[in-house]
């Protein structure tokens, strides 16, 4: 959901006002670079806000390492900005775009939790806390 609530105007903003090469529909590179940018800081706040403010974070444990946090965000990260650069073009706004960004980030961070950590894809959406159980071991 942070993709979208920041991510998506945020695009839009830098869009409108910085944007100088488009694309056919209309979204513009420097928006999608943003939307990028914007939602790899926000995943990083995510994870580390917690230690910062001394409290029990339960997506990493002490070990934590910024190399296992890439590995969960940048794929959700990039297939957001591709959903939200696509979603108006290809569809024609049948779907919209708040819809499907939080549905495609969960799924692309279940499948890579599912690749890198064997968590079975009915836990992850079913019980996940099984899920951040398993991340806090590896990081």
């Not at 409108?16 to 990028?36: D, H, L, M, P, Q």
Request: net charge neutral; glycine share 8%; charged share 10%.
């Amino acid at each position: 959901m942070l993709f979208l609530v920041i991510g998506d105007p945020t695009a839009a903003w830098v869009g409108t006002f910085y944007g100088k090469r488009r694309f056919s529909n209309g979204k513009s590179v420097e928006g999608i670079i943003a939307f990028i940018v914007v939602c790899t800081i926000v995943g990083f706040v995510f994870y580390i806000f917690p230690k910062i403010l001394n409290k029990p974070n339960f997506l990493k444990g002490e070990g934590f390492v910024l190399y296992n946090s890439l590995i969960f965000l940048i794929p959700a990260i990039l297939v957001s900005a591709f959903t939200e650069l696509y979603c108006g073009t290809y569809w024609n706004g049948l779907v919209d775009d708040n819809l499907l960004i939080p549905a495609v980030s969960a799924l692309v961070l279940g499948f890579t939790a599912w690749l890198f950590l064997g968590v079975e894809p009915s836990t992850i959406f079913l019980n996940p806390t099984v899920l951040f159980l398993k991340m806090e071991s590896i990081l």
